[in-house]
DNA sequence: TCATCCCGCCAACCG
DNA sequence: CGGTTGGCGGGATGA
Protein backbone atom coordinates (compact mmCIF):
# COMPACT_ATOMS: atom_id res chain seq x y z
CA UNK A 1 0.00 0.00 0.00
CA UNK A 2 0.91 3.47 -0.20
CA UNK A 3 2.60 2.62 -3.05
CA UNK A 4 2.75 6.23 -5.22
CA UNK A 5 5.60 7.87 -3.03
CA UNK A 6 7.24 4.79 -1.35
CA UNK A 7 8.13 3.91 -4.44
CA UNK A 8 9.03 6.95 -5.58
CA UNK A 9 11.68 6.80 -2.80
CA UNK A 10 12.66 3.44 -2.82
CA UNK A 11 13.78 4.15 -6.51
CA UNK A 12 15.12 7.22 -5.92
CA UNK A 13 19.20 7.77 -4.68
CA UNK A 14 21.94 8.04 -6.92
CA UNK A 15 22.62 11.17 -8.90
CA UNK A 16 22.60 13.30 -5.50
CA UNK A 17 23.71 16.50 -7.56
CA UNK A 18 20.89 15.81 -9.93
CA UNK A 19 18.38 16.18 -7.32
CA UNK A 20 18.94 19.49 -6.49
CA UNK A 21 19.47 20.61 -9.20
CA UNK A 22 15.46 19.36 -10.35
CA UNK A 23 14.52 20.17 -7.14
CA UNK A 24 14.74 23.91 -7.99
CA UNK A 25 13.30 24.21 -11.08
CA UNK A 26 9.92 23.30 -10.70
CA UNK A 27 8.98 25.30 -7.10
CA UNK A 28 7.58 28.00 -8.83
CA UNK A 29 4.47 26.43 -8.47
CA UNK A 30 0.82 28.13 -9.49
CA UNK A 31 0.57 31.63 -9.10
CA UNK A 32 -0.58 32.70 -5.56
CA UNK A 33 -3.74 30.88 -4.06
CA UNK A 34 -6.77 32.40 -3.76
CA UNK A 35 -7.89 34.85 -1.79
CA UNK A 36 -9.58 32.56 -0.23
CA UNK A 37 -8.82 29.33 0.88
CA UNK A 38 -9.49 26.32 -0.76
CA UNK A 39 -10.79 23.27 1.30
CA UNK A 40 -13.81 23.32 -0.14
CA UNK A 41 -14.33 21.21 -3.31
CA UNK A 42 -10.41 20.38 -3.35
CA UNK A 43 -10.89 18.08 -0.07
CA UNK A 44 -13.19 16.21 -1.97
CA UNK A 45 -11.78 14.51 -4.38
CA UNK A 46 -10.12 12.47 -1.49
CA UNK A 47 -7.15 13.75 -2.60
CA UNK A 48 -5.48 12.22 -5.91
CA UNK A 49 -8.98 10.81 -6.42
CA UNK A 50 -10.43 7.01 -5.50
CA UNK A 51 -7.07 5.89 -4.06
CA UNK A 52 -6.58 8.85 -1.56
CA UNK A 53 -6.07 6.31 1.11
CA UNK A 54 -2.21 5.89 0.76
CA UNK A 55 -0.92 6.00 4.30
CA UNK A 56 -2.03 9.31 5.59
CA UNK A 57 -1.18 13.27 5.64
CA UNK A 58 -1.01 13.77 9.39
CA UNK A 59 -0.23 17.29 10.84
CA UNK A 60 1.34 15.78 13.68
CA UNK A 61 4.28 15.31 10.90
CA UNK A 62 4.51 19.09 10.59
CA UNK A 63 4.03 20.55 13.77
CA UNK A 64 5.56 23.06 15.34
CA UNK A 65 7.18 20.71 18.05
CA UNK A 66 8.32 18.40 15.72
CA UNK A 67 9.38 21.05 13.67
CA UNK A 68 11.59 22.34 16.74
CA UNK A 69 13.07 19.29 17.44
CA UNK A 70 14.49 18.93 13.86
CA UNK A 71 15.94 22.20 14.27
CA UNK A 72 17.54 21.26 17.62
CA UNK A 73 19.26 18.10 15.97
CA UNK A 74 20.43 19.92 13.18
CA UNK A 75 21.87 22.94 14.88
CA UNK A 76 23.04 21.64 18.55
CA UNK A 77 26.22 21.07 18.22
CA UNK A 78 29.30 23.33 19.21
CA UNK A 79 30.41 23.65 15.26
CA UNK A 80 27.26 25.72 14.78
CA UNK A 81 27.88 29.13 15.03
CA UNK A 82 25.29 30.83 12.68
CA UNK A 83 22.21 30.03 11.49
CA UNK A 84 20.76 31.18 8.16
CA UNK A 85 17.00 30.90 7.85
CA UNK A 86 16.40 29.96 4.46
CA UNK A 87 19.34 26.78 5.36
CA UNK A 88 17.06 26.08 8.02
CA UNK A 89 14.19 25.80 5.83
CA UNK A 90 15.31 24.03 3.06
CA UNK A 91 17.08 21.72 5.54
CA UNK A 92 13.86 21.03 7.33
CA UNK A 93 11.72 21.35 4.42
CA UNK A 94 10.00 23.50 5.53
CA UNK A 95 8.78 26.96 4.36
CA UNK A 96 10.21 30.03 5.91
CA UNK A 97 7.40 31.01 7.95
CA UNK A 98 7.43 28.25 10.34
CA UNK A 99 11.17 28.60 10.89
CA UNK A 100 10.67 32.30 11.91
CA UNK A 101 8.01 30.49 14.35
CA UNK A 102 10.30 28.39 16.07
CA UNK A 103 13.33 30.47 15.96
CA UNK A 104 11.12 33.13 18.18
CA UNK A 105 10.41 31.57 20.90
CA UNK A 106 13.99 29.63 21.05
CA UNK A 107 15.00 33.66 20.58
CA UNK A 108 12.65 34.26 23.65
CA UNK A 109 14.53 31.29 26.09
CA UNK A 110 17.89 31.93 25.03
CA UNK A 111 18.47 28.99 22.51
CA UNK A 112 19.11 31.31 20.04
CA UNK A 113 20.02 34.93 19.34
CA UNK A 114 19.67 37.11 16.62
CA UNK A 115 22.32 38.35 14.67
CA UNK A 116 21.32 40.22 11.61
CA UNK A 117 18.70 39.56 9.27
CA UNK A 118 18.35 36.57 8.17
CA UNK A 119 20.88 35.23 10.62
CA UNK A 120 20.94 33.55 13.93
CA UNK A 121 23.32 32.61 16.29
CA UNK A 122 22.99 29.18 18.06
CA UNK A 123 23.62 29.69 21.71
CA UNK A 124 22.67 26.16 23.00
CA UNK A 125 20.41 24.30 25.65
CA UNK A 126 23.23 26.47 27.67
CA UNK A 127 21.93 29.86 27.30
CA UNK A 128 18.69 28.66 28.72
CA UNK A 129 19.39 29.02 32.10
CA UNK A 130 20.93 32.02 31.89
CA UNK A 131 17.60 33.35 30.21
CA UNK A 132 15.13 32.26 32.79
CA UNK A 133 16.96 33.30 35.61
CA UNK A 134 16.79 36.70 33.60
CA UNK A 135 12.93 36.40 32.77
CA UNK A 136 12.46 35.06 36.58
CA UNK A 137 13.87 38.31 37.71
CA UNK A 138 12.21 40.29 35.80
CA UNK A 139 9.07 38.71 36.16
CA UNK A 140 8.84 39.61 39.99
CA UNK A 141 10.58 42.41 39.47
CA UNK A 142 7.21 43.05 37.72
CA UNK A 143 4.74 40.93 39.63
CA UNK A 144 6.15 43.17 42.92
CA UNK A 145 6.39 46.12 41.46
CA UNK A 146 4.51 48.10 38.90
CA UNK A 147 4.36 47.13 35.66
CA UNK A 148 1.74 43.84 35.48
CA UNK A 149 2.66 41.02 33.65
CA UNK A 150 2.69 42.26 30.51
CA UNK A 151 2.74 45.18 28.13
CA UNK A 152 0.14 47.93 27.12
CA UNK A 153 -1.82 45.06 26.26
CA UNK A 154 -3.20 43.82 29.06
CA UNK A 155 -4.10 47.61 30.31
CA UNK A 156 -5.54 48.08 26.91
CA UNK A 157 -7.77 44.65 27.33
CA UNK A 158 -8.53 45.66 30.55
CA UNK A 159 -9.67 48.66 30.05
CA UNK A 160 -12.03 47.25 27.76
CA UNK A 161 -10.85 47.58 24.67
CA UNK A 162 -13.46 44.93 23.08
CA UNK A 163 -14.78 45.22 19.40
CA UNK A 164 -11.43 46.58 17.51
CA UNK A 165 -9.31 44.19 16.67
CA UNK A 166 -7.73 46.70 15.04
CA UNK A 167 -5.15 47.63 17.22
CA UNK A 168 -4.97 47.74 20.41
CA UNK A 169 -4.49 50.93 20.18
CA UNK A 170 -3.03 52.46 23.34
CA UNK A 171 0.22 53.57 22.73
CA UNK A 172 -0.20 54.46 26.47
CA UNK A 173 2.17 52.49 28.72
CA UNK A 174 5.29 50.82 26.46
CA UNK A 175 7.11 48.81 28.98
CA UNK A 176 9.31 47.52 26.26
CA UNK A 177 9.82 44.96 27.87
CA UNK A 178 13.35 44.95 27.45
CA UNK A 179 13.23 43.42 24.08
CA UNK A 180 13.70 40.27 23.39
CA UNK A 181 17.41 40.42 23.52
CA UNK A 182 16.91 38.94 27.01
CA UNK A 183 19.68 36.75 26.89
CA UNK A 184 23.55 37.48 27.11
CA UNK A 185 24.72 41.25 25.89
CA UNK A 186 23.04 41.52 22.76
CA UNK A 187 24.38 42.56 19.37
CA UNK A 188 26.40 45.22 20.91
CA UNK A 189 25.49 48.49 18.69
CA UNK A 190 21.56 47.76 18.67
CA UNK A 191 20.60 49.67 15.96
CA UNK A 192 17.59 51.99 16.87
CA UNK A 193 19.75 52.31 19.98
CA UNK A 194 18.63 55.95 20.24
CA UNK A 195 15.12 55.68 21.27
CA UNK A 196 12.73 55.53 18.52
CA UNK A 197 11.58 52.21 18.31
CA UNK A 198 8.38 52.93 19.78
CA UNK A 199 6.09 52.96 17.03
CA UNK A 200 7.35 49.92 15.75
CA UNK A 201 6.77 48.27 19.00
CA UNK A 202 3.67 47.28 18.46
CA UNK A 203 3.70 44.76 16.14
CA UNK A 204 6.40 43.55 18.96
CA UNK A 205 3.88 43.76 21.64
CA UNK A 206 2.18 40.85 20.48
CA UNK A 207 4.92 38.85 18.94
CA UNK A 208 5.70 35.47 19.29
CA UNK A 209 8.53 35.79 20.85
CA UNK A 210 7.33 37.71 23.49
CA UNK A 211 4.53 36.18 24.32
CA UNK A 212 6.72 33.13 25.18
CA UNK A 213 8.24 34.77 27.53
CA UNK A 214 5.28 36.07 29.20
CA UNK A 215 4.07 32.54 29.22
CA UNK A 216 6.93 31.43 30.69
CA UNK A 217 6.93 33.96 33.26
CA UNK A 218 3.67 32.78 34.10
CA UNK A 219 5.12 29.32 35.27
CA UNK A 220 7.90 31.18 36.70
CA UNK A 221 5.89 33.22 39.07
CA UNK A 222 2.83 31.66 40.08
CA UNK A 223 3.03 29.23 42.39
CA UNK A 224 0.88 26.05 40.40
CA UNK A 225 3.57 24.68 38.11
CA UNK A 226 0.53 23.97 35.67
CA UNK A 227 -1.72 25.83 34.08
CA UNK A 228 -4.02 25.29 30.91
CA UNK A 229 -3.70 27.63 27.68
CA UNK A 230 -6.66 28.87 28.37
CA UNK A 231 -5.69 29.93 31.51
CA UNK A 232 -2.58 31.55 30.90
CA UNK A 233 -4.23 33.26 27.56
CA UNK A 234 -6.46 34.34 30.03
CA UNK A 235 -3.82 35.94 32.51
CA UNK A 236 -2.05 37.45 30.07
CA UNK A 237 -4.55 39.36 28.02
CA UNK A 238 -6.50 40.40 30.78
CA UNK A 239 -10.17 40.63 32.39
CA UNK A 240 -11.37 42.30 29.34
CA UNK A 241 -10.44 39.87 27.30
CA UNK A 242 -13.30 39.33 23.73
CA UNK A 243 -13.48 35.89 22.62
CA UNK A 244 -11.78 36.54 19.44
CA UNK A 245 -8.46 37.53 21.07
CA UNK A 246 -9.05 35.01 23.28
CA UNK A 247 -8.99 32.36 20.67
CA UNK A 248 -6.37 33.98 18.92
CA UNK A 249 -4.00 34.21 22.05
CA UNK A 250 -4.88 30.44 22.27
CA UNK A 251 -3.87 29.44 19.25
CA UNK A 252 -0.32 31.09 19.61
CA UNK A 253 0.16 29.48 22.93
CA UNK A 254 -0.15 25.97 21.05
CA UNK A 255 2.11 27.14 19.07
CA UNK A 256 4.07 27.98 21.78
CA UNK A 257 3.31 25.34 23.64
CA UNK A 258 4.23 23.03 20.98
CA UNK A 259 7.57 23.92 20.68
CA UNK A 260 8.21 24.68 24.43
CA UNK A 261 7.34 20.98 24.87
CA UNK A 262 9.85 19.58 22.14
CA UNK A 263 12.37 21.25 24.25
CA UNK A 264 11.06 19.66 27.08
CA UNK A 265 10.57 22.78 29.18
CA UNK A 266 6.85 22.00 29.60
CA UNK A 267 5.03 18.96 29.34
CA UNK A 268 1.42 18.45 28.52
CA UNK A 269 -0.66 16.76 31.48
CA UNK A 270 -3.80 15.21 31.34
CA UNK A 271 -5.60 16.73 34.56
CA UNK A 272 -8.09 13.03 35.54
CA UNK A 273 -10.65 15.66 36.00
CA UNK A 274 -10.79 18.42 33.41
CA UNK A 275 -11.13 17.84 30.08
CA UNK A 276 -8.30 20.06 28.39
CA UNK A 277 -5.07 19.35 29.19
CA UNK A 278 -2.50 21.20 31.07
CA UNK A 279 0.87 22.36 30.70
CA UNK A 280 3.18 21.50 33.52
CA UNK A 281 6.37 23.26 33.84
CA UNK A 282 9.58 21.11 33.63
CA UNK A 283 12.01 24.05 33.84
CA UNK A 284 15.19 22.25 31.93
CA UNK A 285 15.69 22.50 28.46
CA UNK A 286 16.81 19.60 26.61
CA UNK A 287 16.48 17.40 23.41
CA UNK A 288 13.05 15.67 23.40
CA UNK A 289 13.46 12.78 21.81
CA UNK A 290 9.89 11.77 22.29
CA UNK A 291 9.12 12.65 18.66
CA UNK A 292 12.42 12.37 16.09
CA UNK A 293 13.37 14.17 13.49
CA UNK A 294 11.75 13.87 10.51
CA UNK A 295 12.79 14.41 7.21
CA UNK A 296 9.96 14.15 4.92
CA UNK A 297 9.55 16.32 2.59
CA UNK A 298 8.08 16.18 -1.26
CA UNK A 299 9.22 13.96 -4.05
CA UNK A 300 11.04 16.61 -6.14
CA UNK A 301 8.76 15.42 -8.90
CA UNK A 302 5.58 17.41 -7.91
CA UNK A 303 5.11 19.77 -5.23
CA UNK A 304 2.40 21.52 -7.32
CA UNK A 305 -0.47 21.60 -4.58
CA UNK A 306 -0.84 25.16 -3.26
CA UNK A 307 -2.50 24.60 -0.39
CA UNK A 308 -3.24 21.00 1.42
CA UNK A 309 -3.25 18.65 -1.12
CA UNK A 310 -3.68 16.03 2.04
CA UNK A 311 -3.00 12.78 0.69
CA UNK A 312 -0.79 13.33 -2.08
CA UNK A 313 2.23 14.64 -0.28
CA UNK A 314 3.60 15.15 3.24
CA UNK A 315 5.48 18.58 2.98
CA UNK A 316 5.72 21.41 1.03
CA UNK A 317 8.61 22.42 1.23
CA UNK A 318 8.41 24.94 -1.60
CA UNK A 319 10.66 27.59 -1.10
CA UNK A 320 8.93 29.53 -2.85
CA UNK A 321 9.49 32.74 -0.43
CA UNK A 322 5.94 34.59 -0.11
CA UNK A 323 4.28 34.18 -3.03
CA UNK A 324 3.88 36.23 -6.40
CA UNK A 325 5.46 33.73 -8.92
CA UNK A 326 6.99 36.90 -10.18
CA UNK A 327 9.94 36.30 -8.41
CA UNK A 328 11.75 33.45 -9.99
CA UNK A 329 14.78 35.31 -10.51
CA UNK A 330 16.23 34.95 -7.41
CA UNK A 331 16.09 31.36 -7.63
CA UNK A 332 19.40 30.91 -9.10
CA UNK A 333 20.52 32.70 -6.17
CA UNK A 334 19.10 29.53 -3.93
CA UNK A 335 20.20 26.65 -6.71
CA UNK A 336 23.19 28.80 -6.09
CA UNK A 337 23.75 28.10 -2.27
CA UNK A 338 21.78 24.81 -2.02
CA UNK A 339 25.24 23.17 -2.37
CA UNK A 340 26.19 24.45 1.06
CA UNK A 341 22.87 24.12 2.71
CA UNK A 342 22.95 20.40 2.10
CA UNK A 343 26.38 20.22 2.57
CA UNK A 344 25.43 21.45 6.28
CA UNK A 345 22.74 19.82 6.49
CA UNK A 346 24.60 16.65 5.69
CA UNK A 347 27.44 17.67 8.19
CA UNK A 348 24.96 18.37 10.82
CA UNK A 349 23.06 14.84 10.18
CA UNK A 350 26.92 12.94 10.15
CA UNK A 351 27.68 14.37 12.92
CA UNK A 352 24.16 13.44 14.81
CA UNK A 353 25.05 9.96 13.62
CA UNK A 354 28.73 9.92 14.26
CA UNK A 355 27.83 10.45 17.87
CA UNK A 356 26.05 6.91 17.92
CA UNK A 357 23.90 8.15 20.95
CA UNK A 358 20.24 8.53 20.17
CA UNK A 359 19.63 12.11 19.08
CA UNK A 360 16.50 11.50 18.27
CA UNK A 361 17.00 11.33 14.43
CA UNK A 362 13.37 9.29 13.21
CA UNK A 363 13.11 9.54 9.60
CA UNK A 364 9.36 10.82 8.50
CA UNK A 365 6.21 9.32 10.04
CA UNK A 366 6.57 6.08 7.83
CA UNK A 367 9.60 4.58 9.41
CA UNK A 368 9.39 0.81 10.15
CA UNK A 369 8.49 0.83 13.79
CA UNK A 370 11.18 -1.43 14.59
CA UNK A 371 13.84 0.20 12.98
CA UNK A 372 13.52 3.69 14.76
CA UNK A 373 16.70 4.39 16.12
CA UNK A 374 18.09 1.05 16.04
CA UNK A 375 21.63 1.24 15.22
CA UNK A 376 21.76 4.56 17.00
CA UNK A 377 21.61 3.83 20.26
CA UNK A 378 21.65 0.02 20.28
CA UNK A 379 25.64 0.63 19.12
CA UNK A 380 27.23 1.30 22.54
CA UNK A 381 28.84 -1.73 22.35
CA UNK A 382 32.25 -1.81 20.08
CA UNK A 383 31.46 -4.58 17.57
CA UNK A 384 32.58 -2.75 14.77
CA UNK A 385 31.30 -4.98 12.48
CA UNK A 386 28.28 -5.52 13.81
CA UNK A 387 28.18 -1.32 13.54
CA UNK A 388 29.04 -1.33 10.12
CA UNK A 389 26.34 -3.81 9.41
CA UNK A 390 24.02 -2.10 10.97
CA UNK A 391 24.34 1.13 9.18
CA UNK A 392 23.47 -0.77 6.01
CA UNK A 393 20.54 -2.27 7.04
CA UNK A 394 19.41 1.04 9.04
CA UNK A 395 20.21 3.06 5.24
CA UNK A 396 18.50 -0.03 3.76
CA UNK A 397 15.00 0.74 5.80
CA UNK A 398 15.17 4.40 6.26
CA UNK A 399 16.26 4.94 2.69
CA UNK A 400 12.29 4.05 1.63
CA UNK A 401 10.86 6.73 4.22
CA UNK A 402 12.05 9.55 2.36
CA UNK A 403 9.46 11.59 0.88
CA UNK A 404 12.32 14.05 -0.92
CA UNK A 405 14.74 12.62 -3.13
CA UNK A 406 17.15 14.86 -2.22
CA UNK A 407 17.20 14.17 1.40
CA UNK A 408 16.67 10.78 0.64
CA UNK A 409 19.77 10.36 -1.59
CA UNK A 410 21.70 12.96 1.05
CA UNK A 411 20.75 9.88 3.50
CA UNK A 412 22.04 7.46 1.53
CA UNK A 413 25.66 9.46 0.83
CA UNK A 414 25.61 9.66 4.49
CA UNK A 415 25.62 6.57 4.86
CA UNK A 416 27.90 5.64 2.41
CA UNK A 417 30.00 8.80 3.53
CA UNK A 418 29.96 6.87 7.31
CA UNK A 419 30.75 3.17 6.22
CA UNK A 420 33.58 4.59 4.57
CA UNK A 421 34.98 6.74 6.96
CA UNK A 422 34.20 3.87 9.93
CA UNK A 423 35.79 1.25 7.43
CA UNK A 424 38.85 3.81 7.11
CA UNK A 425 39.02 4.18 10.68
CA UNK A 426 38.75 0.80 11.93
CA UNK A 427 40.54 -1.13 9.50
CA UNK A 428 43.22 0.31 7.61
CA UNK A 429 41.70 2.63 4.69
CA UNK A 430 41.79 1.82 1.12
CA UNK A 431 39.90 -2.04 1.62
CA UNK A 432 36.78 -0.37 1.54
CA UNK A 433 36.66 1.73 -1.32
CA UNK A 434 36.30 -0.86 -3.51
CA UNK A 435 33.13 -1.83 -1.60
CA UNK A 436 31.70 1.30 -1.93
CA UNK A 437 33.02 2.08 -4.40
CA UNK A 438 33.38 5.72 -4.20
CA UNK A 439 35.18 8.55 -2.71
CA UNK A 440 33.23 10.00 0.04
CA UNK A 441 33.26 13.99 -0.73
CA UNK A 442 32.24 13.95 -3.99
CA UNK A 443 28.86 15.95 -3.49
CA UNK A 444 28.26 18.77 -6.28
C1' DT B 1 -18.57 18.63 18.49
C1' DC B 2 -14.88 20.90 19.91
C1' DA B 3 -9.98 21.13 20.82
C1' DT B 4 -5.82 21.60 18.33
C1' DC B 5 -2.96 24.15 15.34
C1' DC B 6 -1.19 24.15 10.26
C1' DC B 7 -1.05 27.20 6.52
C1' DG B 8 -0.21 31.06 4.01
C1' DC B 9 -2.13 35.85 3.14
C1' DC B 10 -0.57 40.13 3.59
C1' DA B 11 0.94 44.18 6.30
C1' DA B 12 4.65 46.14 9.08
C1' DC B 13 9.47 46.61 8.87
C1' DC B 14 13.82 47.49 7.18
C1' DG B 15 17.86 48.02 4.24
C1' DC C 1 10.94 49.43 -3.59
C1' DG C 2 11.82 44.77 -2.81
C1' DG C 3 12.96 41.47 0.61
C1' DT C 4 12.32 40.08 5.47
C1' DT C 5 9.44 39.40 9.41
C1' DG C 6 5.76 37.62 11.50
C1' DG C 7 0.58 38.71 13.12
C1' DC C 8 -3.40 36.68 12.32
C1' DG C 9 -7.33 33.83 11.71
C1' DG C 10 -9.57 30.48 8.37
C1' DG C 11 -10.57 26.18 8.45
C1' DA C 12 -8.69 21.29 8.24
C1' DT C 13 -7.58 17.49 11.26
C1' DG C 14 -7.84 14.88 15.35
C1' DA C 15 -10.00 13.07 19.53
Known sequence: MTASFSSVAEVAVPAAAAVMASALPQEQQQARPRPRPMHAGGGGGGGGGA?????????????????????????NRDDVESIGLDEAAKCLGVERRRIYDIVNVLESVGILVRKAKNRYTWIGFGGVSISLRELKERALREKSGLAPLQTEQ?????????????????PGAYIETERLSQTVDKPSGKPGASGCRLRSDHRKEKSLGLLTQNFVKLFLTMEVDTISLD?????????????????????????????????????KIHQGDSRKPAFRWLGRATLN???????????????????????????????????????????AKLVQSSGDVLTNCKLAVRSRLGQGKQSGFVYGPFHPSGARKHGLDGGNKPGQ??????????????????????????????????????????????????HFGHPVNHFL
Open 289 to 331: TENGVTVAVPPPGKIASKKRAFGTELTNIDMHRSNLDSKNKKK
Open 154 to 170: QSAATISEDEDDDTLAN
Open 231 to 267: EAAKLLLGEGHEETNMRTKVRRLYDIANVLSSLNLIE
Open 385 to 434: RERAEDWESLSASFRPQYQNQALSDLFVHYVDAWKTWYSEFAQGSSIMQQ
Open 51 to 75: NGRHHAYSRKDKSLGLLCSNFVVLY
